[in-house]
């Protein structure tokens, strides 16, 4: 079934703590069932975006941080829903043109047996998401370097090029924001195999036993 729209409007932005930031179980060593870990992740979702829509978004780089911290958010959900269902989800992304301009979008999927589609719960939660007109983002997975994040042929079905699997394990990579005039790199996203993420902004890079 068809789950892209026109004109879909940036997902709330959040603030989030580094632990759920570096690490997708801050919970579990001390005993928490996937349960109490996806509600934990789930109410620090809900709150802090409802905090960030009564403040200022600020300059274009706050804002953008809040985009990239929310996403960051989002993926530990996803991961540990995926973990908690036995269902694999995924995170697709494109080039879409809004309102003239080319920006990257980005759809949360669940596979089925029919194929991939959007989730039929979590709605309100996992909706798509747009980033700023003037970065520009690259996708860069272990086994498939410097992935060409396109336009969608609107005939086909696409597959995730970034999936959570069932079994609790990530598609291993990194994900970059860059300024569309200067290709100066503002932010990134680097996750191992077992979903352990962490925010960088520019000037820094990733620890050796990270990748």
């Given amino acids: 079934m068809p789950i892209w729209v026109t004109g879909a409007r940036s997902s709330p932005r959040l603030k989030i703590s580094t632990s759920i930031l570096h690490g997708r179980n801050p ?8 349960i109490e870990l996806l509600i934990a992740v789930l109410v620090i979702v809900l709150l802090t975006s409802i905090v960030s829509l009564n403040v200022g978004r600020g300059d274009g780089t706050v804002a953008l941080k809040e985009d990239v911290t929310h996403l960051v958010a989002l993926m530990n959900y996803v991961q540990t829903e995926a973990e908690m269902l036995g269902v694999d989800h995924g995170l697709y992304l494109e080039q879409k043109s809004i309102q003239g301009v080319d920006r990257t979008t980005g759809y949360w999927l669940r596979r089925y047996d029919q194929g991939w589609a959007e989730p039929t719960g979590s709605r309100e939660l996992l909706t798509p998401f747009v980033f700023d007109q003037n970065t520009e983002l690259w996708l860069t997975l272990a086994e498939y370097p410097n992935v060409d994040i396109g336009r969608r042929d609107p005939d086909l079905r696409p597959s995730p090029q970034i999936v959570f699997f069932a079994s609790g394990e990530v598609t291993e990579g990194h994900i970059e924001w860059l300024t ?12 191992n195999f077992f979903g352990d993420f962490k925010l960088l902004t520019s000037g820094e890079r990733p620890d050796a036993d990270q990748r």
Avoid: I, M, Y
């Fill in 180 to 191: 569309r005039d200067t290709r100066e790199r503002l932010f990134s996203v680097d996750w």
């Fill in 27 to 34: 919970l579990a060593e001390k005993g928490f069932s996937l």
